[in-house]
């Protein structure tokens, strides 16, 4: 019998066959394969290709193109995922990639469509479909069996598996500025499945269940399913179409701006972004009320986490879109770039069963609003949302897209207060949602206390504002700030290009201290034609003749149709004490009015002093 280390010398594969070994044998290390990092190595060749992409396509050519699941005896309920649907494996450490069942199709497992189902169910329906829970002292087998879901056929696997490809980005640190400035981001490879079609296989232990009593377990899962199916149902993944029932608060909305890309290059729309922007905004509210550690654990708790141990949070959140938000491009030559535009409804419920009472529970969804409100008026979602979108507002700059837009869509269906029109509506609501936020703290334990030491927080002393009437998309003015570079002979500090104000972009990449928005003032007029109801007018790219006349339609780019009255400019700087001297010179200069016209706008309360 040979020794151990003689039997591992011989089981080694000269260098020439161990390339052969598919990625789904290989050891997870490096070297070998990581499937869940994506980093280029340098003086890597034109061709080189991800380890992830090799492995998608490996399966995909391996997988039977004829469904496997028969449904003989079963109950079929098929139901359509709106974006993607991820079902973690946990076989590989690192890397979230599908259940596989048989001849390579990708399965939820019965299990957990059971637990979600259950969820929906009275205690009585739980008991009787379901049976009693494995803590019960006498265990009662429920009626119905769980068969899983799987796709209802082949076309999961289309364009070559480009579909399967998923990326996860986490950014928070940077984006709020954690580490003064240190701050570093990833991406990391997913696999999960673009909006596929599945099938939900049920049957019951009793032959003689009757339909009407199908046509309620039927009822049923449909209701569990608004909860979202498979895994990171709390950022919208797994969603079947819009909320019902208890719905925390719900807004329409529409927008445009830069799209996303996957590893693979292709463009897609995310609605990831929206509850990104929300969990980002309440962690700069929550900074400016209390400690570092403080904030992070409520809006951990209030979100979720994959820290630690990890927790489910208490909101998820569902986008609806009136229309696919079909992607287009924009730019010139080798600066060209994806772009969307979307209408749709965002809604908020919870995510899991709140110790909250009636008056908690009111207080979220008053902390909700207040969250939306800012975003709408301060900032906005997904890429480039530190900037109005010049394919609007600045045109001239065709050279790639920058900046997003967002409007309200029925904003008299909103809570009073929340869709604002001027900078003393500003100042009010920002109060308002410091208030909420302490609330919230109080209610759940916390205290509020000094500020966290981050680059954005929501507080009087750190978070400066001005704003100014704009007559129309083609009256901003901060925008044009951030393409004009410094002068030695004659500086002025508005020129912000490439200044740690504006943001540096080419080698450090490191986020400005500033935001700029456009908030259309309807001034009593209703807003326009969402995308997806109505045709536009005209692209958003061309600078309308007279104010609230068509603009010139440029085709091939997706937009949507712009207000074409006056706007609320506003402008936001945060003070930084390394940037002392760069902000102190801007906001002596926004103070003059910036020679456009700009008015500081202050938001202290009683507890700031």
């Known amino acids: 019998m040979p020794r151990p280390d003689q039997a591992e010398k011989d089981l080694k594969l000269p260098p020439e066959m161990a390339g052969e070994v598919p990625r789904e044998y290989r050891a997870q290390v490096e070297g070998r394969c990581q499937r869940q990092f994506i980093p280029k190595p340098k003086d890597s060749p034109s061709d080189w290709t991800s380890d992830i992409e090799v492995w998608i ?24 995922v709106d974006w993607r649907l991820i079902s973690n494996s946990g076989v590989d450490e690192g890397i979230i990639r599908p259940v596989l069942g048989a001849r390579g199709w990708p399965i939820l497992p019965g299990s957990g469509i059971k637990g979600l189902f259950r969820r929906a169910c009275s205690p009585e329906q739980a008991l009787h479909w379901c049976g009693s829970r494995c803590a019960d002292a006498e265990p009662c087998p429920g009626i119905l069996r769980f068969h899983g879901a799987w796709p209802l056929d082949a076309s999961w696997r289309d364009r070559n598996g480009c579909g399967l490809l998923d990326v996860a980005h986490p950014q928070q640190n940077w984006q709020v500025g954690f580490e003064a400035g240190k701050e570093s981001h990833s991406a990391f490879g997913v696999v999960s499945l673009l909006r596929p079609r599945l099938c939900i296989g049920l049957s019951s232990t009793r032959s003689d269940l009757s339909e009407e009593e ?4 039927t009822a049923t899962l449909h209701r569990a399913l ?7 149902t709390c950022v919208g993944y797994g969603t079947t179409g819009r909320l019902s029932g208890d719905v925390l608060f719900q807004c329409r909305l529409e927008g445009q701006g830069p799209a996303a890309r996957l590893l693979n290059g ?27 550690a403080t904030a992070q654990k409520t809006v951990n708790q209030l979100f979720g986490s ?19 938000p079909g992607p287009g491009t924009y730019g010139r030559g080798s600066w060209k770039q ?23 529970e009111k207080s979220l969804k008053e902390l909700l609003a207040c969250l939306h409100g800012i975003t709408m008026a301060l900032a906005g979602f997904g890429k480039g949302w530190r900037r109005p979108d010049h394919r609007i507002f600045h045109p001239r700059y065709g050279k790639t897209p920058i900046g997003c837009h967002w409007q309200w869509l029925a904003p008299e269906t909103l809570p009073s207060g929340i869709p604002v029109q001027s900078g003393e509506q500003i100042s009010a609501l920002l109060r308002r949602a410091r208030r909420s936020g302490r609330r919230w703290l109080e209610a759940t334990g916390q205290r509020p206390a000094s500020p966290a030491p981050w680059r954005e927080v929501i507080h009087p002393e750190q978070m400066q504002i001005w704003v100014r009437r704009a007559d129309g998309t083609d009256d901003a003015e901060a925008i044009h700030w951030f393409h004009k570079t410094p002068q030695r002979e004659n500086p002025d500090p508005r020129d912000l290009k490439a200044t740690p104000v504006g943001g540096q972009v080419n080698k450090v990449n490191k986020v400005g201290l500033a935001w700029n928005r456009m908030l259309p003032l309807l001034d009593g007029s209703s807003p326009p034609s969402p ?7 005209g692209a958003a790219t061309a600078r309308p003749r007279r104010p609230g006349a068509p603009a010139a339609p440029s085709p091939g780019e997706a937009s949507i149709t712009p207000w074409h009255g006056p706007y609320l400019e506003s402008f936001v700087l945060f003070r930084d004490r390394r940037q002392q001297r760069l902000t102190a010179a801007l906001e002596n200069k926004l103070d003059e009015g910036a020679g456009a ?12 002093t």
């Open 57 to 80: 396509e490996e399966w995909v050519k391996g997988i039977d193109p004829k469904c496997p699941f028969r449904s003989d005896g079963l109950r079929l309920v098929t139901v359509q």
């Open 226 to 232: 608004e909860r979202g199916l498979g895994g990171r």
């Open 266 to 292: 292709e463009p897609e729309f995310r609605p990831t972004m929206f509850r990104a922007a929300i969990r980002g905004m309440a962690l700069r509210l929550f900074g400016g009320l209390s400690d570092e």
């Open 531 to 537: 995308t997806g109801q109505a045709p536009p007018r």
């Open 597 to 608: 016209g700009f008015k500081r706008i202050r938001y202290e309360d009683q507890e700031d």
């Open 214 to 217: 199908w046509k309620e377990i």
């Open 338 to 360: 994806p772009v969307y535009a979307t209408s749709g409804c965002l809604q908020w419920r919870l995510a899991r069963t709140c110790r909250a009472d009636e008056s908690e």
């Open 306 to 324: 994959v820290e630690g141990t990890g927790n489910v949070g208490l909101l998820a959140t569902a986008y609806s879109s009136d229309a696919a």
